[in-house]
Protein backbone atom coordinates (compact mmCIF):
# COMPACT_ATOMS: atom_id res chain seq x y z
CA UNK A 1 0.00 0.00 0.00
CA UNK A 2 1.37 3.28 -0.80
CA UNK A 3 0.25 6.74 0.95
CA UNK A 4 0.10 10.23 -0.59
CA UNK A 5 -1.43 12.67 1.93
CA UNK A 6 -2.57 16.41 0.44
CA UNK A 7 -4.79 19.05 1.51
CA UNK A 8 -2.48 20.96 3.76
CA UNK A 9 -1.69 24.83 3.67
CA UNK A 10 -2.00 28.12 5.30
CA UNK A 11 -4.99 28.96 7.37
CA UNK A 12 -6.24 31.70 10.19
CA UNK A 13 -7.10 30.42 13.04
CA UNK A 14 -10.69 29.47 13.91
CA UNK A 15 -10.41 28.14 10.27
CA UNK A 16 -10.98 24.73 8.55
CA UNK A 17 -8.83 22.36 6.40
CA UNK A 18 -9.39 18.86 4.86
CA UNK A 19 -6.52 16.09 4.41
CA UNK A 20 -6.81 13.37 1.95
CA UNK A 21 -4.81 10.19 1.94
CA UNK A 22 -4.95 8.58 -1.30
CA UNK A 23 -4.58 4.82 -0.93
CA UNK A 24 -3.03 2.26 -3.49
CA UNK A 25 -3.59 -1.32 -2.77
CA UNK A 26 -5.66 -3.08 -0.46
CA UNK A 27 -6.98 -0.55 1.68
CA UNK A 28 -9.71 -1.30 2.89
CA UNK A 29 -8.39 -4.26 4.99
CA UNK A 30 -6.11 -1.30 6.99
CA UNK A 31 -6.95 0.57 9.52
CA UNK A 32 -5.49 4.03 9.39
CA UNK A 33 -4.72 7.14 10.77
CA UNK A 34 -2.83 10.58 11.16
CA UNK A 35 0.03 11.69 12.82
CA UNK A 36 1.58 15.09 13.11
CA UNK A 37 4.80 16.20 14.27
CA UNK A 38 5.31 20.05 15.01
CA UNK A 39 8.56 21.95 14.88
CA UNK A 40 11.39 20.41 17.72
CA UNK A 41 8.44 17.73 18.79
CA UNK A 42 7.97 14.34 18.37
CA UNK A 43 5.55 12.60 15.90
CA UNK A 44 2.32 11.98 17.62
CA UNK A 45 -1.22 10.62 17.00
CA UNK A 46 -3.97 12.65 15.90
CA UNK A 47 -6.98 10.15 15.10
CA UNK A 48 -7.56 6.48 13.62
CA UNK A 49 -10.07 4.65 12.14
CA UNK A 50 -11.00 1.34 11.76
CA UNK A 51 -10.58 -0.55 8.24
CA UNK A 52 -14.67 -0.54 8.32
CA UNK A 53 -14.70 3.08 9.43
CA UNK A 54 -16.86 2.04 12.28
CA UNK A 55 -14.50 3.12 15.20
CA UNK A 56 -12.68 6.02 15.46
CA UNK A 57 -10.05 7.32 18.10
CA UNK A 58 -8.92 10.96 19.10
CA UNK A 59 -6.31 12.83 20.72
CA UNK A 60 -7.81 14.56 23.22
CA UNK A 61 -6.25 17.91 22.14
CA UNK A 62 -8.40 17.60 18.70
CA UNK A 63 -11.78 15.72 20.00
CA UNK A 64 -14.84 17.91 18.95
CA UNK A 65 -12.52 19.53 16.35
CA UNK A 66 -11.05 17.06 14.01
CA UNK A 67 -13.20 14.08 12.24
CA UNK A 68 -11.32 11.14 10.50
CA UNK A 69 -13.54 9.48 7.74
CA UNK A 70 -12.31 6.68 5.46
CA UNK A 71 -14.09 5.71 1.79
CA UNK A 72 -12.82 2.76 0.84
CA UNK A 73 -14.68 2.36 -2.04
CA UNK A 74 -12.31 5.40 -3.53
CA UNK A 75 -9.39 4.18 -1.39
CA UNK A 76 -9.27 7.54 0.54
CA UNK A 77 -8.86 8.55 4.18
CA UNK A 78 -9.79 12.50 5.41
CA UNK A 79 -9.48 14.33 7.94
CA UNK A 80 -11.53 17.02 8.61
CA UNK A 81 -10.35 19.80 10.72
CA UNK A 82 -12.41 22.50 12.16
CA UNK A 83 -11.57 25.46 14.66
CA UNK A 84 -7.85 25.17 14.10
CA UNK A 85 -5.49 26.53 16.76
CA UNK A 86 -1.69 27.76 15.94
CA UNK A 87 -0.48 25.05 18.06
CA UNK A 88 -2.19 22.67 15.05
CA UNK A 89 0.70 23.85 13.16
CA UNK A 90 2.70 20.79 12.14
CA UNK A 91 3.69 18.13 8.91
CA UNK A 92 0.22 16.01 9.10
CA UNK A 93 1.23 11.96 8.39
CA UNK A 94 -1.18 8.83 7.09
CA UNK A 95 -0.51 5.45 8.15
CA UNK A 96 -1.67 2.66 7.61
CA UNK A 97 -1.29 -0.94 9.76
CA UNK A 98 -3.07 -4.67 9.47
CA UNK A 99 -4.15 -4.12 13.13
CA UNK A 100 -7.22 -2.13 15.29
CA UNK A 101 -7.32 1.66 15.00
CA UNK A 102 -6.99 1.15 18.66
CA UNK A 103 -3.53 -0.20 18.49
CA UNK A 104 -2.50 1.87 15.72
CA UNK A 105 -3.39 4.90 18.09
CA UNK A 106 -0.31 4.16 20.13
CA UNK A 107 2.03 4.05 17.32
CA UNK A 108 2.20 0.26 17.09
CA UNK A 109 1.17 -1.91 13.89
CA UNK A 110 1.98 0.34 11.30
CA UNK A 111 3.06 -0.95 8.40
CA UNK A 112 2.89 2.26 5.63
CA UNK A 113 4.11 6.06 5.98
CA UNK A 114 2.39 9.15 3.17
CA UNK A 115 4.48 11.62 2.99
CA UNK A 116 3.71 14.61 5.21
CA UNK A 117 1.43 17.44 4.46
CA UNK A 118 2.36 21.45 5.99
CA UNK A 119 -0.41 22.39 8.21
CA UNK A 120 0.43 26.28 9.11
CA UNK A 121 -2.23 27.82 11.23
CA UNK A 122 -1.44 31.53 11.84
CA UNK A 123 -2.72 33.31 14.84
Known amino acids: VQLQASGGGLVQAGGSLRLSCAAS???????MGWFRQAPGKEREFVAA????????YYADSVKARFTISRDNAKKTGYLQMNSLKPEDTAVYYC??????????????????WGKGTQVTVSS
Open 95 to 112: AAGATSGRNLQYGNGIDF
Open 25 to 31: GTFSSYA
Open 49 to 56: ISNSGGIT
